[in-house]
T-cell receptor, first 114, second 112 residues
Framework: DVKVTQSSRYLVKRTGEKVFLECVQD?????MFWYRQDPGLGLRLIYF???????EKGDIPEGYSVSREKKERFSLILESASTNQTSMYLC?????????????FGPGTRLLVL | RKEVEQDPGPFNVPEGATVAFNCTYS??????FFWYRQDCRKEPKLLMS???SGNEDGRFTAQLNRASQYISLLIRDSKLSDSATYLC?????????????FGKGTTLSVSS
């Protein structure tokens, strides 16, 4: 079974803090993704990566950065957390082959920024 | 025009009922289609892929209509455990990173 893990299930941070969200997958997947999910807005793509050290902006990259130094790990960084970044953050990975587009999600991190 | 649209519901049905969800997508070049299921406060999980010829998995049937650009999910003999949010998902081949586009989901509540 594919396993995607996220470093924290719940996180409380203060405005202005730097926040690191870690994601690790154990299936040697090429692609990794970070989404946020908010009521009424659905899943929105923040950043994705299709290779080590490669990254692409998604639909809402502002206020976020990412790092992928190793294939299995994809980090999301909030340089200076703001209250509008309170959300559920979901990491996902996919094999990267043309006919296997299924994404596997981690359990999510609920971030509260005070 | 939104890329993937679903009726948010909620659909409230009794056990044993048959319920159908539709989803429309805007990009005619979309190549892959999926239904994901998301339980309350959990991550989305793949329910089934949607193939051009239609496919069935137990009580679940998925259909694709390329001409009208919609996907459907039919659930027969609903169970209490089917209560969840169902996400329609499409992918456009050729996009770097094979990013998926998610609908906002349709909520199903099955009651006894």
């Amino acid at each position: 079974d594919v396993k995607v893990t996220q470093s924290s299930r719940y996180l409380v941070k203060r405005t202005g803090e730097k926040v690191f969200l870690e994601c690790v997958q154990d299936m040697d997947h090429e692609n990794m993704f970070w989404y946020r999910q908010d009521p009424g807005l659905g899943l929105r793509l923040i950043y994705f990566s299709y290779d080590v050290k490669m990254k692409e902006k998604g639909d809402i990259p502002e206020g976020y950065s990412v790092s992928r130094e190793k294939k299995e790990r994809f980090s999301l960084i909030l340089e200076s957390a703001s209250t509008n970044q309170t959300s559920m953050y979901l990491c996902a990975s996919s094999p990267g082959t043309a006919y296997q587009e299924t994404q596997y999600f981690g359990p999510g991190t609920r971030l509260l920024v005070l | 025009r939104k890329e993937v649209e679903q009726d948010p519901g909620p659909f409230n049905v009794p056990e044993g009922a048959t319920v159908a969800f539709n989803c429309t997508y805007s990009n005619s070049a979309s190549q892959s289609f999926f239904w994901y299921r998301q339980d309350c406060r959990k991550e989305p999980k793949l329910l089934m892929s949607v193939y051009s010829s239609g496919n069935e998995d137990g009580r679940f049937t998925a259909q694709l209509n390329r001409a009208s650009q919609y996907i459907s999910l039919l659930i027969r003999d609903s169970k209490l455990s089917d209560s969840a949010t169902y996400l329609c998902v499409v992918n456009l081949f050729g996009q770097a990173g094979t990013a998926l586009i998610f609908g906002k989901g349709t909520t199903l509540s099955v009651s006894s």
